[in-house]
């Protein structure tokens, strides 16, 4: 049986790299596994490494109603990979604004000072 493609990398279709053994060994200690997960540090994920993800996250195979037909662990996997990912899009989007409010507020004050 082939794996789910929560375990191919994201790739041209004739250039896909097979990371089933890798996937297959890193979960091999469970608890260690969901250590690793659990201390997962959301806020250093790279921008490259999210716009590699992304496009995985985004295929018909990650949907949330495809995923909840699998096994309840790559189910929870799939879902948790989700969940970084829209994390990491929504900080991005918050710090965007963020950025934005701060420039609106700069240049607010350049034009008091000079009325």
């Not at 049986?1 to 990371?19: G, K, S, T, Y």
């Not at 060994?25 to 716009?51: C, G, N, T």
Request: charged residues 25%; aromatic residues 6%.
């Amino acid at each position: 049986m082939r794996p789910p493609l929560i375990f191919v990398r994201p790739q041209a279709p004739r250039e896909r790299n097979d990371v089933w053994p890798v996937a297959k060994r890193s979960m091999h200690d469970a608890s260690r596994f969901i250590h690793s997960l659990l201390i997962f540090d959301r806020d250093a994920v790279p921008d490259s490494r999210l716009e590699k993800v992304r496009p995985l996250v985004e295929t018909e195979e990650m949907h949330v109603d495809v995923l909840s037909s699998h096994p309840a662990a790559l189910s929870a996997i799939g879902m948790w990979v989700r969940a970084m990912v829209r994390y990491c899009q929504t900080v991005y989007t918050f710090n965007q604004a963020r950025k934005m409010d701060d420039n609106v507020a700069v240049m607010e004050r350049i034009l008091d000072q000079q009325a």
